[in-house]
């Protein structure tokens, strides 16, 4: 990753750089890379925090399905914002993404505490013992 300089030098301001650096190859991972998230392993529990930034609680789906938690965001790009001008540059990510983990076929969608916060979703994952797995797909209530 690349990080900002304290010092300036005009060839590595060019637009070639710009350019060759959101080529569309090295785009395809921003769904997942715009989905940070920190976890924190506590007694009973697991706590995911992830930043969501401009997303509302209504663009956010939390599910379990077979032992995995899946945490689902999507919204629409403004079309009022195309009419006014062109874009010289965009960065802000309009669109869908989605991130799993692996949390055993013993939690459900029930055992999991769910907030979204001033644009982070934050997560509680009780730690279980393995029980049989879970056929059918549950949906996590999200409060806030």
């Given at each position: ?20 650096f959101n080529a569309p190859a090295r785009r395809s ?61 965009k960065e802000c990510f309009t669109g869908s993404c ?27 994952v009780p730690k279980a013992e393995a029980l049989p ?12």
């Open positions: 990753m690349l990080l900002p300089s304290v010092f300036t030098n005009d060839f590595t301001n060019d637009d070639f750089f710009d350019d060759f991972y921003m769904p997942t890379a715009s989905m940070k998230c920190d976890v924190k392993e506590l007694d009973q529990s697991y706590q995911i925090d992830m930043q969501l930034p401009g997303y509302d609680k209504d663009d956010i789906e939390v599910s379990v399905d077979k032992g995995y938690l899946t945490v689902s965001a999507s919204h629409k790009e403004n079309k009022e914002d195309k009419e006014d001008g062109k874009y010289i540059r989605q991130r799993s983990f692996y949390v055993g076929d013993a939690v459900k969608g029930e055992d999991i505490g769910a907030a979204f916060t001033n644009g982070i979703l934050s997560l509680t797995q879970n056929e059918t797909k549950q949906l996590v209530h999200i409060e806030g």
